[in-house]
């Protein structure tokens, strides 16, 4: 029963933050769509040409991301945590950041929290999506049926070196930026943060693009070595061996390993990295665009960014491990480190959020389900037509129902994390009331 009131109160929060959110949100979004749609588009009709499709197609995303970390930014202010911290109502848990909850601009927002989102672009497959996207695009417009159709494309394969070479230019310049921008008065410093951004987006998307091509590659010459080789026959000699043993209901042994080993591998993994660990890790990401950070989007446009560690003796190994540990201190343990306040929410918290956030993967399925029995077959110029228009619909509905889940849940962390301030702290000096 306690249970089922969790999964209601936290429905009725999701669907009150989207009521009074929703014109906001969806005005990201759409801009975020429209310009990501006209971006890839863009990107298709340039063709044959590395430099300026790839820079399409890397502002594209850049802007898809962006309008997802601005949807919720945007959710903070209607957050009852939030507003209990701002009228001194509650105080936050020691291990919560100072700057949780404080006002930040979109652009401070956006310089910490793109590099975290990205990562999980990369990680869960959203990556490869959009290049799927790109080369749907590159066959609508081009066609696919013959070879010369596929030479006018975009986006190649065979420019793999060229992909490789621009990641590394991209990695480099990065981290040259990060060493100095501190030292740049505000404007320029704004400009460096923001070639970082861009820098960092263009060097893991053009290096997914080269992994496209040389992964094959790197399969094909493990699978070839010595060691491989004697391992796959050792473990088939296993199996071989245990097959006197017979299991009930006449199964044989071997077989049930090799199908496990498949299951585990093809449905089982994925399913948990998509189900469980990618909803955690979109209420960490939520964590880190309200605050969770070592340190604000303001300080950091304002040249204040972490101390220093150790003195002046500090010797130049240690000063290059510092240097080098900066970016995965400042981007990447926050959003471990609020996983892990997520974890300590309690079994029944989870699952209830779990619960949400699977219910609303189902709903989207079956919209596209249901439109395309709508729709039913017909002509595939009308059905090219169409699809951007109901990308766009189901996109509109289930992407701020998400936003608002998130925002939701992790407001209910925080809530229960959080203090109730004392009375007397908050009352007023009777001597300052006056008679």
Not at 12 to 21: D, I, N, R, S
Not at 349 to 364: K, N, W
Request: charged letters at 15%; hydrophobic letters at 55%.
């Amino acid at each position: 029963m306690r249970t089922l009131t969790e999964l209601g109160q936290l429905a009725g929060h999701m669907a009150k933050l989207w009521v009074q959110c929703f014109w906001v949100i969806a005005t990201w979004f759409t801009l975020g769509a429209a310009l990501h749609s006209g971006l890839i588009m863009a990107s298709a009709a340039v063709g044959p040409r590395p430099i300026p499709a790839t820079a399409l197609f890397i502002v594209a995303v850049l802007v898809k991301v962006a309008s997802m970390v601005l949807m919720i930014h945007a959710i903070a202010p209607r957050l009852t945590t939030a507003r209990a911290v701002e009228g001194g109502q509650l105080r936050l848990g020691r291990r919560v950041p100072e700057q949780m909850f404080r006002s930040e601009r979109p652009a401070e927002v956006l310089t910490v929290a793109l590099a975290p989102f990205l990562v999980v672009y990369t990680g869960w497959g959203l990556v490869e999506q959009e290049v799927t996207a790109l080369f749907t695009r590159n066959m609508i417009r081009y066609g696919f049926l013959d070879a010369e159709s596929r030479t006018s494309w975009s986006i190649q394969l065979d420019w793999w070196q060229f992909y490789l070479v621009v990641a590394m230019i991209a990695w480099l310049l990065q981290h040259v930026i990060d060493l100095v921008v501190e030292r740049w008065p505000p404007r320029p410093r704004r400009l460096g943060l923001l070639i970082m951004v861009v820098a960092e987006a263009v060097w893991t998307f053009c290096s997914f693009l080269a992994l496209i091509t040389l992964a094959p590659r790197l399969w094909e010459w493990l699978f070839s070595r010595r060691l491989w080789v004697a391992g796959t026959q050792a473990w088939y000699g296993i199996i071989d061996a245990l097959a006197w043993i017979r299991l009930p209901f006449g199964l044989d042994l071997p077989e049930v390993l090799t199908a496990a080993g498949h299951w585990v591998v093809v449905d089982l993994l994925p399913t948990l990295g998509d189900a469980i660990l990618l909803p955690l890790m979109w209420l960490a990401l939520t964590a880190v665009v309200f605050g969770w950070r070592r340190f604000s989007g303001r300080a950091l446009l304002h040249g204040v960014r972490r101390p220093e560690a150790g003195g002046r003796g500090l010797r130049p190994v240690l000063a290059a491990a510092r240097i080098g540990s900066a970016e995965l201190r400042d981007k990447y343990v926050p959003v471990l480190t609020a996983l892990q306040m997520v974890l300590r929410a309690g079994p029944r918290f989870l699952g209830v959020y779990l619960v949400l956030s699977t219910a609303l993967t189902a709903l989207t399925a079956w919209t596209w389900i249901g439109l395309d029995h709508l729709i039913g077959p017909g002509d595939e110029r009308l059905l090219i037509i169409a699809e951007p228009i109901t990308s766009y619909g189901v996109g509109l509905g289930s992407t701020t129902l998400a936003v608002c889940l998130y925002a939701a849940a992790l407001d209910q962390v925080l809530g229960a994390a959080a203090h109730p301030v004392p009375d007397t702290a908050i009352t007023e000096d009777p001597a300052t009331t006056g008679s």
